[in-house]
């Protein structure tokens, strides 16, 4: 209600993920709410939006996943450094990228998926620039702290957006070193460029019809007084004018 107040008052607004219950079922929509201006003044409002049900759901999963994730290398902090293998039988398996950095900034251990990414094979030939060369990795060592961005990237055998979360791990001798997940989201932000898109068409469809309608009924009135003055006796000048006024209803019609 407050929002439409102020869109009365000729702002748009946009509410992202709007939780509505239909038939006992929760689903998500993006709403944009723009005002209908017309002659210069805010004469009423237009509202289209988009079930993006799908992509919250998908983003749920995600971040479960993420969680999941995160909750499996915590639980193995303490035997990250002396039980490498065991580790390795796990991660391997992941279609995320993972890879440890030293407080020198040296890497020192790439899972399968990430050398992939790559195209190098043995973890030695792999260096922080090879995986990542984002500062914020390098930050992140130096500060002993988590950090997390969404990048694009092109890693020479996969390219596209990357979330990439950056956690350090405190192992039994002491020393601090990172651990870096990076996950491909690359489909999903496709997803939320085309949902944006198809929201921007189905608002510009409204629009283009409400403005077509707004012109097209004044029109209708005028042609039809010009076409009933057009069968009366007139001065030349008069059917000139009359004949003038046609041909521009004609072109605004087109």
Not at 78 to 87: A, I, P, V, Y
Not at 104 to 109: A, F, H, Y
């Amino acid at each position: 209600k407050e929002i439409m107040g102020k869109c009365l008052e000729g702002s748009s607004h946009r509410i992202s993920n709007y939780a509505y219950v239909r038939e006992g079922k929760p689903i998500y929509l993006n709403i944009s709410i723009n005002p209908l201006i017309l002659h210069g003044e805010v004469t009423g409002i237009i509202l289209s939006s988009s079930d993006v049900t799908e992509e919250v759901n998908l983003k749920e999963v995600l971040r479960d996943y993420a969680s999941r994730l995160e909750d499996i290398v915590k639980e193995r902090t303490d035997e990250l450094l002396s039980e490498k293998e065991k580790l390795n039988a796990i991660v391997e398996t992941l279609e995320a990228g993972l890879f440890l950095v030293s407080e020198r900034k040296k890497v020192t251990w790439v899972n399968r998926t990430l050398r992939e990414w790559i195209g190098k094979e043995k973890t030695k030939d792999i260096s922080i620039d090879n995986v990542y060369g984002g500062h914020n990795i390098k930050r992140a060592v130096d500060e002993n702290k988590m950090i997390q961005e969404v990048i694009y990237h092109d890693f020479g055998k996969r390219k596209g957006y990357f979330q990439v979360t950056s956690t350090p791990l405190v192992g039994p001798d002491g020393h601090v070193q990172t651990l870096v997940l990076i996950q491909d989201i690359t489909d999903m932000k496709r997803m939320e460029e085309q949902m944006m898109h198809s929201e921007k068409l189905s608002a510009l469809a409204r629009i283009s019809s409400g403005v077509a309608h707004e012109i097209g009924n004044p029109l209708t009135s005028i042609s039809s007084y010009v076409q009933i003055l057009r069968e009366m006796e007139h001065d030349e000048f008069t059917k000139e004018s009359l004949d003038t006024i046609a041909k521009h209803i004609n072109r605004i019609t087109d």
